[in-house]
């Protein structure tokens, strides 16, 4: 059975960091929703332009678009054994269609860590991230900087700055998260699958108490 690990917590806490790491680990794919709406952005395909009216005010993007996205996705070959998902689902509705697709494919979501900081934890972060243009590195100007400054050390390509990581937008997208994605955390817990995570610490420790949580 195909297994779907959903990274669940507020935008900024470290759901990008920790899946690439998880995804080099179990060797199971890395798939962002965030990062798929910002690719079909670059390559000015029209889910790209619909999806940036939405990011642009710190709101979420339909869930109807979203899921079609996500659908096409993780039926690609490299989630056949499944998927570290980030950013996605975000909605009680994303939620219930991602249990109908995975029912589908004879794929189960194995376990969900929820990851928190404070929310000055959160804005610090965002606000100092630096993210790779070809495949989406993330770096911080203080917490994990770059060898060489705007260069990402993993292939070389230029690193800017989000533009939704402005601090009155991510306290926006704070809001939206505490009212919209909130509810999902009650939707895993009672299904048994919440595994609290605390995010303030450093990215090694969160990753070794992830690890831990997933495979005791
Ligand atoms: P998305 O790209 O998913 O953004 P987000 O959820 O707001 O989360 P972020 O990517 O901002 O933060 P993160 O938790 O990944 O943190 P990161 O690891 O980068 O979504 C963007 C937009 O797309 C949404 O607003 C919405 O419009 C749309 N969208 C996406 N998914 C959607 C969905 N399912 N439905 C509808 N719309 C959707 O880390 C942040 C910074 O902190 C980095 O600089 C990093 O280096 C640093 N850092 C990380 N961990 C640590 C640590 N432990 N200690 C110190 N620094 C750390
Ligand atoms: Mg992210």
Known sequence: MATFIVLLGPPGVGKGTQAKILAETTKLAHVSSGDLFRENLKNQTELGRLAKSFMDKGELVPD??????????????????????????RTPIQADALEKMLAEFNGEVKAVPFITAPESTLVERASGRWTCREQGHIYHQIFSP??????CDMDGSDLYQRDDDKVEMVTKRIRVYLEQTMPLVEYYRKAGKLLEIDGTQAVEQVTKELLSALYK
């Open 64 to 89: 109807d678009v979203t899921i079609s996205m996500i659908r096409d996705r993780i039926t690609r070959s490299d989630c056949g054994a499944g998927a570290i998902l980030d950013g996605f689902p």
């Open 146 to 151: 770059p060898k060489k400054i705007g260069i």
